[in-house]
């Protein structure tokens, strides 16, 4: 297993386009989480998969974003008529969980970066 | 709410120790975890501890939290070039999901 990983690395486009991005979980990882990051801050949590049940979403997950798990394994997150705001690294991290419980540790991938012109 | 702050930056020399504090303000966090991220790269949890215990320990890192204060500082022994990261605090509220609460990050600057 080579761990998580996103596609693409990178993405510029215009404002108003749709974008796409991929997350391919660690195998047999329940629970599949997204995060934004901006220049200068940290991580702020999106929303989260459990298989592909969508559990939980931030206030920040405006009505332009959707994000699908829909066989429990990789997920994409979509964004509509892109703006300028949305330029950010977007993260993806999964975990396990445990019959207890108990936290599992959450391994990121490596990010897409997006710039909206 | 949940708050954690974080100075920005700290600058060390190779060999000496370095010490990154954070403080957060919720007192119900269940877990405190120090991420690291190298440029370009996702985050890797470092180490957590548990809200009660006060010291962890991990081969050059110590992890010291004061429940009262709501402090927590990771002190990295020997610190070394590849050291050089941005180091994120955050906490997560028993109760569920889990999901962390990051700081802005310290940037970690060792030089030779």
């Known amino acids: 297993d080579t761990g998580v990983s996103q596609n693409p690395r990178h993405k510029i486009t215009k404002r108003g386009q749709n974008v796409t991005f991929r997350c391919d979980p660690i195998?047999?990882?329940?629970?599949l989480y997204w995060y934004r990051q901006t220049l200068g801050q940290g991580p702020e949590f999106l929303t989260y998969f459990q298989n592909e049940a969508q559990l939980e979403k931030s206030r920040l997950l405006s009505d332009r974003f959707s994000a699908e798990r829909p066989k429990g394994s990789f997920s994409t997150l979509e964004i509509q008529r892109t703006e300028q705001g949305d330029s950010a690294m977007y993260l993806c991290a999964s975990s396990p969980l445990s019959g207890t419980g108990f936290q599992e540790t959450q391994y990121f991938g490596p990010g897409t970066r997006l710039l909206v012109l | 709410g949940e708050d954690v702050e974080q100075s920005l930056f700290l600058s060390v020399r190779e060999g000496d120790s370095s010490v990154i504090n954070c403080t957060y303000t919720?007192?119900?966090?269940?877990?405190l975890y120090w991420y690291k991220q190298e440029p370009g790269a996702g985050l890797q949890l470092l180490t957590y501890?548990?809200?009660?215990?006060d010291m962890k320990q991990d081969q050059r890192l110590t992890v010291l939290l004061n429940k009262k204060d709501k402090h927590l500082s990771l002190r990295i022994a020997d610190t070394q070039t590849g050291d050089s990261a941005i180091y994120f605090c955050?906490?997560?509220?028993?109760?569920?999901?889990?999901?962390?609460?990051f700081g802005r990050g310290t940037s970690l600057i060792v030089h030779p």
């Open positions: 501890i548990f809200s009660n215990m």
């Open positions: 195998s047999e990882h329940n629970r």
């Open positions: 919720d007192s119900s966090s269940t877990y």
């Open positions: 955050a906490e997560s509220i028993q109760g569920g999901s889990y999901i962390p609460t």
